[in-house]
T-cell receptor
Framework: AQKVTQAQTEISVVEKEDVTLDCVYETRDTTYYLFWYKQPPSGELVFLIRRNSFDEQNEISGRYSWNFQKSTSSFNFTITASQVVDSAVYFCALSDYNTDKLIFGTGTRLQVFP | EPEVTQTPSHQVTQMGQEVILRCVPISNHLYFYWYRQILGQKVEFLVSFYNNEISEKSEIFDDQFSVERPDGSNFTLKIRSTKLEDSAMYFC???????????FGQGTRLTVV
């Protein structure tokens, strides 16, 4: 069965600190996709990144970076020099090639204080 | 930038009433979804729709729920007889093809009283 675990329920940091959000997934499939979504206080779900299972290259986008490691079934998300606007709930999600639904983790609430 | 649009943003209904939640997916997308999020909890898959039929549904999506794409642009979720436990944020999503990212609407908050 597919599963996504985000063990960190809530993280609080002070602005400019770096923070890493953990995501561990389970799947029996060899082809799958991993995603991160941001849910700000306004409630919408904002797509951040998609990775497929064959691409383990880490990715950097501005202050955001993602570390995908198949050996540990992890897809961690790091925010460098956090800002108050980064305060949100962040969801990691998984889908596989055979079923296109997203399986979400329980989310990590990030609070960035000035 | 194209986006998924949902209406209404908030709906309050009495228990037992029927509600229809509406969505306009991104125009060149082929796969459509409904998800729900009970307050403070994770986002849960309800149903996926492709080629004018349901491709997958979760155990939550029982006979009280139905989806329809009536006119090639709208995608609706109907709850026939609402229950208190149907109170949640309902998200519509669409994506272009297999393995591509899903884009979500801003959600409809359904409150059943």
């Amino acid at each position: 069965a597919q599963k996504v675990t985000q063990a960190q329920t809530e993280i609080s940091v002070v602005e400019k600190e770096d923070v890493t959000l953990d995501c561990v997934y389970e799947t029996r499939d060899t082809t799958y996709y991993l995603f991160w979504y941001k849910q700000p206080p306004s409630g919408e779900l904002v797509f951040l990144i998609r990775r497929n299972s064959f691409d383990e290259q880490n990715e950097i986008s501005g202050r955001y970076s993602w570390n995908f490691q198949k050996s540990t079934s992890s897809f961690n998300f790091t925010i460098t020099a956090s800002q108050v606007v980064d305060s949100a709930v962040y969801f990691c999600a998984l889908s596989d090639y055979n079923t296109d639904k997203l399986i979400f983790g329980t989310g990590t609430r990030l609070q960035v204080f000035p | 930038e194209p986006e998924v649009t949902q209406t209404p943003s908030h709906q309050v209904t009495q228990m037992g009433q029927e509600v229809i939640l509406r969505c306009v997916p991104i125009s060149n997308h082929l796969y459509f979804y409904w998800y729900r999020q009970i307050l403070g909890q994770k986002v849960e898959f309800l149903v996926s729709f492709y080629n004018n039929e349901i491709s997958e549904k979760s155990e939550i999506f029982d006979d009280q729920f139905s989806v329809e794409r009536p006119d090639g642009s709208n995608f609706t979720l109907k709850i026939r007889s609402t229950k208190l436990e149907d109170s949640a944020m309902y998200f519509c999503a669409s994506r272009r093809g297999e393995g591509t990212e899903a884009f979500f609407g801003q959600g409809t908050r359904l409150t059943v009283v």
